[in-house]
C-alpha cells in the first residue's frame, strides 16, 4: 500500500508568496509538520520565494489566484467578478485530490472556506491580523461582526495568533472552536551573519553586515505609514547626540511615498549617514542576530513576529505600547514598552541600554529564555497540528 494514502490530505491556503509573517510561518509549520501523518498539498495565487522554498521540501503546489475580501475597492470588485470561476477551479482540485480538511493560512480570503462547506469536509481558519486597525486594508465586502460571524460559521475551528487577534471575536458565540497560537520561529539552517547582504532601496548597492562598524538598531517590516518608522528617525539625533557610532537600519518592503518622505526626513534631521533603508532579506535571523536593539513603534500590529524573531537571537525589542504588545514584550524584562508615537520615550530608552550594555544583556538573556519556553517552532508546529487532527477526527 502506498504511504500517502494512508496520510490525511491537507491543502494548506497562501494568499500571498513572498517571505512576510504569515508565509513565513506557513513555512516553518509545513517544514516541521509530521510527515507520518499528514500529506500537505499548497495553493497558491503565483509564484515566488514560498514557492521556491516548498519545492525544497517536495511539497505539491497549485497556482491559481484567490481573491480578497477585504482591501482596496479594485479587489474586492475583482474578487466578486472572478468568484465564479475561481470556486469551480477550486472545487474540482480539492474534489480530485481527495482533500479533507482546508486550512486557510489568512482571514483575507474566503474562497477556501466556501469549498470546504460545500464538499462538507472541515474548514480551520488561522487568524493572523487585526483588520479593524489596519488602515492599508480599507474596506471590506461585509461589515466587520458579519464578517466575523460568517468565519465562525464556515470553519470547524479558528486559530488566532494572539490574544489581540482573538478579541475580534468579542460578544459573539464562537462554540469553542477558538483556539489562541502564539507564532514560532524555525532557529535552523541559517548562513552566518556577516554574509548576509542588506539591498539599498535608494541605488540598488549591496552590504554585508560585517561592513558594518557601528551598534545596529533596527526596524523590520513593512515601510508604510502606520508602521511609524518615523518615529524611530525623529528619536535617532537623540541617541546619536549620546552615541554618535549607531546605524539605523529600516527593512522592508515599502510604499514609495512613505520611503521617500522618510528619507527626506533623515536629511532634514542632519542623520542621513546614520540610516540605510534596506529591502526585504531572505534571512532576517541572521541579521537581528547582529544588531543591538530591535525597536517596533508601530501603531497597528496584532502579533510581532519580528520581536519573537529577535528574542530567539538575544536581541532586547522596544516596542509600542499598543494592545497586544504586552503578548510578546515583558516590559522591563525582555525589552521595553514605548509610550505610542512618542520619539522621546524612545530615544530615552536606547540610550539607556546603550549606556549600559550589562542591562541590554541581561535583558537579552531573559528574551531568550522566554522565547524557548513559547515561541519555539516545535510548540508552534505542535500546537497548530493538534488542531488539525482533532478537525480530522472530529468531523
Not at 516541521?32 to 505539491?60: A, F, H, Q, T, Y
Not at 481573491?67 to 480530485?96: D, E, S, T
Not at 519580528?306 to 503578548?327: L, T, W, Y
Request: charged content about 20%; glycine content about 8%; proline content about 4%.
Amino acid at each position: 500500500m502506498n504511504n500517502n494514502s494512508i496520510k490525511k490530505r491537507i491543502l494548506f491556503i497562501s494568499h500571498r508568496v513572498g517571505l512576510s509573517g504569515s508565509e513565513n510561518s506557513l513555512y516553518t509549520l509545513l517544514k516541521n509538520i509530521d510527515s507520518n501523518k499528514l500529506l500537505p498539498i499548497v495553493v497558491v495565487p503565483g509564484d515566488g520565494p514560498l514557492v521556491e522554498k516548498l519545492s525544497r521540501l517536495s511539497i505539491m503546489v497549485y497556482t491559481t489566484q484567490q481573491g480578497q475580501w477585504v482591501g482596496h475597492l479594485g479587489a474586492i470588485l475583482g474578487f466578486i467578478f472572478h468568484f465564479p470561476r475561481r470556486f469551480i477551479k477550486m472545487y474540482k482540485f480539492v474534489k480530485n485530490n481527495r482533500i479533507e480538511l482546508i486550512y486557510s493560512n489568512t482571514e483575507l480570503s474566503p474562497l477556501g472556506a466556501l469549498v470546504a462547506y460545500v464538499q462538507g469536509i472541515p474548514h480551520v481558519w488561522h487568524m493572523r491580523m487585526y483588520l479593524n486597525h489596519i488602515p492599508d486594508l480599507g474596506l471590506k465586502l461585509l461589515p466587520a461582526r458579519l464578517l466575523f460571524y460568517i468565519i465562525i460559521k464556515l470553519s470547524k475551528y479558528i486559530i488566532a495568533n494572539s490574544k489581540i487577534v482573538a478579541s475580534q471575536f468579542k460578544g459573539l458565540n464562537t462554540n469553542g472552536k477558538l483556539f489562541v497560537i502564539y507564532n514560532g520561529v524555525d532557529l535552523n539552517n541559517r548562513p552566518l551573519p556577516d554574509v548576509q547582504k542588506l539591498i539599498s532601496w535608494e541605488d540598488g548597492k549591496s552590504i554585508s553586515i560585517g561592513e558594518i562598524e557601528e551598534k545596529i538598531i533596527s526596524v523590520v517590516g513593512y515601510i508604510g505609514p502606520y508602521r511609524c518608522q518615523e518615529d524611530a528617525i525623529n528619536a535617532l539625533p537623540i541617541i546619536v547626540k549620546r552615541t554618535k557610532s549607531i546605524k539605523l537600519v529600516i527593512i522592508g518592503d515599502a510604499d514609495q511615498f512613505y520611503l521617500r518622505y522618510l528619507i527626506r526626513l533623515t536629511e532634514n534631521l542632519g542623520i542621513r549617514q546614520h540610516v540605510f533603508f534596506s529591502k526585504p532579506i531572505k534571512d532576517i535571523l541572521s541579521f537581528l542576530s547582529r544588531c543591538y536593539l530591535v525597536l517596533i513603534p508601530a501603531q497597528v500590529g496584532a502579533y510581532g513576529r519580528v520581536a519573537i524573531e529577535a528574542m530567539s537571537q538575544g536581541i532586547p525589542v522596544i516596542g509600542s505600547d499598543i494592545q497586544g504588545s504586552e503578548e510578546v514584550i515583558i516590559d522591563g524584562v525582555t525589552g521595553y514598552l514605548h509610550r505610542f508615537s512618542d520619539y522621546e520615550d524612545i530615544a530615552e530608552k536606547c540610550t539607556y541600554l546603550l549606556d549600559m550594555p550589562h542591562m541590554r544583556d541581561e535583558m537579552g538573556m531573559n528574551a531568550k529564555k522566554f522565547f524557548e519556553e513559547r515561541f519555539t517552532a516545535e510548540i508552534y508546529t505542535k500546537e497548530v497540528e493538534n488542531v488539525l487532527l482533532k478537525a480530522l477526527y472530529d468531523h
